[in-house]
């Protein structure tokens, strides 16, 4: 599966931000879809993700009441509704498919998108 990541750019505090991602090639529904974050100087981490049916979804604490992770099978896409967004959101934000584990561990995504850059200002 290829993942094409966009949506990302630069918002003050308190503002909202839409990210989605499009996915490429069969069966997407088989997989499950995270969204992780790379911020200046850190380790990539964990902030959202979803399940192949979207029944179920899981938050990083940073991440949790504030950002809504959604899926759309009939259009191979995942999305992250990131609301109330403060400047230790500011990271380059990359989409991610694991076809059988899933979880916080980036090392169980097989296939990545190439980012998108989030800015938040204060």
């Known amino acids: 599966v290829q993942l094409q990541a966009s949506g990302g750019g630069l918002v003050q505090a308190g503002g909202s931000l839409r990210l989605s991602c499009a996915a490429s090639g069969r069966a997407f529904s088989w997989y499950i879809m995270g969204w992780f974050r790379q911020g200046p100087a850190k380790e990539r981490e964990f902030v959202a993700a979803i399940s192949g049916s979207g029944g179920s979804t899981y938050y990083a604490d940073s991440a949790e009441g504030r950002f809504t992770i959604s899926r759309d099978n009939a259009k191979n896409a995942v999305n992250l509704q990131m609301n109330n967004l403060k400047p230790e959101d500011t990271a380059v934000y990359y989409c991610?498919?694991?076809?059988?584990?899933?979880?916080?561990?980036?090392?169980?995504?097989?296939?990545w998108g190439q980012g998108t850059q989030v800015t938040v200002s204060s």
């Open positions: 991610a498919a694991s076809r059988f584990s899933g979880g916080i561990h980036k090392e169980n995504y097989g296939y």
